[in-house]
Nanobody, 115 residues
Framework: QVQLVESGGGLVQPGGSLMLSCAAS????????MGWYRQAPGKERELVAT???????ETADSVKGRFSISRDNAKETVYLQMNSLKPEDTAVYYC?????????WGQGTQVTVSS
């Protein structure tokens, strides 16, 4: 059973930074396209950023220039560096792994941006 475990969430003031990590296990990590999604209260889950197995990254327009995604295949971990955080970034952040028709999710980590 593939496992994705997120960490690094928490409470941060506006303008602050956080780095989320997602540790994968029981999968050949380097084969998967990885992503971060988020879901705010009362809203649908939305894509934040993705990194392909080849290392190509994309970020949503709402976080472009502030967030960056990266992966370390040796550590089987994907990261989301979040800078210049805004209150509207408050959400549960989920790690995602995709290969072909298979898709896996982590349990999520809460990020709250508030003064």
């Amino acid at each position: 059973q593939v496992q994705l475990v997120e960490s690094g969430g928490g409470l941060v003031q506006p303008g602050g930074s956080l780095m989320l990590s997602c540790a994968a296990s029981k999968m050949v990590f380097s084969f998967y396209n990885m992503g971060w999604y988020r879901q705010a209260p009362g809203k649908e889950r939305e894509l934040v950023a993705t990194v392909t197995r080849g290392g190509t990254t994309e970020t949503a327009d709402s976080v472009k220039g502030r967030f960056s995604i990266s992966r370390d295949n040796a550590k089987e971990t994907v990261y989301l560096q979040m800078n210049s955080l805004k209150p509207e970034d408050t959400a549960v952040y989920y790690c995602n792994a995709k290969i072909g028709n298979l898709e896996y999710w982590g349990q999520g980590t809460q990020v709250t941006v508030s003064s």
